[in-house]
């Protein structure tokens, strides 16, 4: 065979022909390093693979050292690991030698061989030299991946753990331990579990037994205890290794989701926050709505009340006003106060100690969380009250307006309870509405009070008794503070006549209470000096063309009879026409023509008026038929049909009649206009003037329905 050399190709001793040209080839071309070495350590033979290491021929290595051919650092290794190989008459291997040739470098493993002779005699050494490139260049690929994987993982914040097939830990896993403190023996077979929490142990023990009997993944998560004591949620998820269709192993990750769980808890408190803080905002606008469209007192406890139940949960609500000059303290609504000895009484100097005098005294919210709190905040009389009442916590807040105290709200709750400092702000804003709230509807009951005061004292003291005639009159304000202008009027002329009268003057307030004071003290003015309607009606309209504004639209009714006869005069300024109803007749509404309101130049007519024995005439202002539901035309309609289902009795008790029709009349319908009626009866001659109804007192006529 020829190794590229000019050396003679001598037969291997031993070896027939066949088999040295045999062995030749195989060293020729094999892909493995071949030589063999004398005990000098000089190259005897070399095949052409190990000479191109570098390059050269097979020839330039025979009789020369191994590092005269290589490098100096390879050639002095080689040597050394060729003279161990003879003195110790044993194989040295050399795993990973670099050969460096050009900018390629290789790796290669040398084995060194003591060669023997037929007597057992070392002759030399043989060299054989494997190329491990390949399987290096894996390895360290391999290798590689490895700590990729392993950087990952730890960078990844996930343990990685492998099981037999039946679930139990048969391999170490480093960063289990690291995390649980656990000792190997502590975490190896089902030791894991003792790490996990006691609350999730026994789900998760459940869980992954079901998985390692069945084949399925296993997904889960739970809270692992770490060395320090604390706990942290892990994700965890573990997968079934197959080979020939049966389970070798199972392999698992365990992800630490603890920042990931505490951003969820964090995310879900902030939301849960926000919508409160949105719940109350919204609760805080309708409260505020509410209040401004509360106009009373009652109103306003009323609302606070409800947005004190439905904002913050409290089972009482209490709202005090303050007398400042008596330096006590009210409470409007009872029934947010709690019905337990030693609690707060209705009324309250503010030198007795309680969550609303306190609140007012300090100007600033008083919370107790806590019976015990209680007890510390306030020493004499806390044991006998908590022994008696269901309250377990409680909230005092002042009622400032421009920084003076009006009085408290009070709420109380029948669990211990902390405010929030969210809900701080809310109470203390809703405080602010109420006080103001409060301080709007007391100035209101105040002037509604002064108002309809006034408007009563612009109408008659008292109506005049006349005999064969029976009068009886109500008036009915409106909720609003403003006054009026719808008036009635009855009284005796010199010749024993009676005049009656009823008017309106459109819209509210003082203008309108002045203009029917005026168009009042005229019609009795003028009716003393010529009663005829038309005349009265007459001296009104140039009375109101010379006094009031054009704008002001006033109508009148007035009429005068004769009590003895029933027979009289009447006439109208464009005022709504008069009920009549007789005992023997449908009720109906006078036919005659209503005429102008007054100050709009007409020609003032008057007509006949009779009121037979048992009949009766009804005056009244449009507040009776009219409203924001009810037309006017509707109105009058409903009059006469209200009428007539009149109880037999009443058409001849006044009193009863204007009951009957008020309460009729306004049921169902929200009074947004001042209401007045005047009943003028002309009874019966054979009823017994004992039997006869009388004429209402005043708080008759005045009084509210």
Not at 100 to 122: L, M
């Amino acid at each position: 065979m020829s190794t590229g050399t000019s050396v003679p190709k001598p037969r291997v001793s031993g070896m027939d022909v066949s088999d040295s040209a045999l062995l030749a080839t195989l060293l020729s071309e094999a892909p493995i390093g071949f030589a063999f070495v004398g005990s000098d350590l000089r190259f005897r033979r070399v095949n052409q693979t190990l000479a191109g290491l570098y390059g050269v021929d097979a020839g330039s290595y025979i009789g020369r050292l191994p590092s005269q051919v290589w490098p100096e650092d390879l050639g002095a290794r080689a040597e050394a690991a060729a003279r161990r190989a003879l003195e110790a008459d044993e194989p040295v291997l050399e795993a990973d030698e670099s050969v460096v040739a050009g900018d390629q470098t290789r790796h290669w493993a040398f084995s060194w061989f003591p060669s023997h002779d037929p007597d057992g005699e070392i002759t030399g050494a043989v060299l054989i030299a494997v190329d491990i490139t390949e399987r290096r260049n894996s390895e360290e690929a391999l290798r590689r991946s490895e700590e990729r994987y392993r950087s990952l993982v730890q960078a990844g914040a996930q343990v990685v753990w492998v099981t037999t097939p039946t679930g139990k830990i048969a391999e170490d896993s480093p960063e289990w331990r690291w995390i649980t403190g656990q000792t190997i023996d502590e975490y190896l077979g089902s030791g894991w579990l003792d790490a996990i929490h006691p609350e999730d142990r026994e789900r998760v023990e459940r869980e992954w037994m079901d998985c390692t009997g069945s084949g399925k993944i296993f997904e889960s998560r739970y809270r692992v205890r770490t060395k320090s004591g604390s706990y942290r949620h892990y994700d965890v998820r573990a997968v079934p290794i197959e080979r020939d269709g049966k389970i070798i192993e199972w392999v698992g990750a365990s992800t630490d989701v603890t920042g990931q769980r505490e951003a969820e808890e964090m995310r879900g408190r902030l939301t849960e926050q926000l919508s409160a803080a949105a719940l109350r905002t919204v609760r805080l606008q309708q409260a505020t709505s509410m209040l401004a469209e509360a106009i009373t007192v009652e109103q306003v406890v009323e609302v606070i009340t409800e947005v004190g139940r439905s904002a913050i949960g409290a089972e009482r609500s209490a709202v005090g006003m303050l007398d400042p000059e008596r330096l006590r303290l009210r409470t409007i609504n009872l029934t947010g106060l709690p019905d337990s000895p030693g609690g707060p009484r209705a009324e309250l100097p503010l030198d007795v100690p309680s969550m609303m005098t306190s609140a007012i005294l300090s100007r600033r919210p008083l919370l107790i969380e806590s019976p015990d709190e209680l007890r510390k905040h306030f020493e004499d009389g806390v044991d006998l009250f908590l022994a008696h009442t269901d309250e377990q916590a409680w909230v005092g807040l002042p009622l400032l307006s421009s920084g003076a105290p009006l009085g408290a709200l009070r709420f109380s709750f029948t669990k211990p309870r902390k405010i929030t400092d969210e809900e701080r702000v809310f109470l203390e804003a809703l405080a602010g509405q109420c006080a103001l709230a409060l301080e709007r509807a007391s100035l209101f009951e105040r002037e509604h009070t002064t108002a309809e005061t006034l408007q009563r004292s612009l109408l008659p003291d008292r109506l005049p008794t006349v005999p064969g005639i029976i009068l009886e009159a109500r008036y009915l304000p409106t909720k609003n503070m403003e006054i009026g202008g719808d008036w009635y009027d009855a009284f005796r002329l010199p010749d024993g006549k009676l005049a009656v009268a009823a008017g309106d003057v459109m819209g509210k307030g003082l203008t309108a209470a002045a203009g029917m004071g005026r168009v009042r003290n005229a019609l009795r003015a003028l009716a003393l000096t010529d009663p005829r309607p038309a005349a009265v009606l007459a001296g009104l309209d140039r009375l109101f063309i010379a006094t009031e504004l054009e704008e002001q639209v006033t109508t009148v009714a007035y009429l005068v009879l004769d009590p003895l006869t029933g027979e009289g005069m009447a006439g109208s300024a464009g005022h709504l026409p008069p009920l009549l109803l007789s005992v023997d007749a449908a009720p109906q509404l006078d036919q005659a023509v209503a005429g102008t309101p007054l100050g709009w130049a007409s020609p003032r007519q008057q007509y006949a008026f009779r009121l037979p024995p048992g009949n009766t005439a009804v005056l009244y202002s449009d507040g009776l038929v009219e409203n924001r539901r009810r037309g006017l035309d509707a109105g009058l309609e409903e009059l006469v049909a209200v009428a007539a289902k009149a109880p037999a009795d009443a058409v001849e008790n006044p009193a009863m009649l204007l009951d009957y029709l008020v309460k009729r009349m306004l049921v169902g319908y929200e009074q947004d206009d001042d209401v007045t009626v005047l009943v003028v009866h002309s009874p019966r001659r054979d009823v017994p003037v004992s039997a006869r109804p009388r004429s209402g007192t005043q708080a008759g006529r005045k009084g509210r329905a």
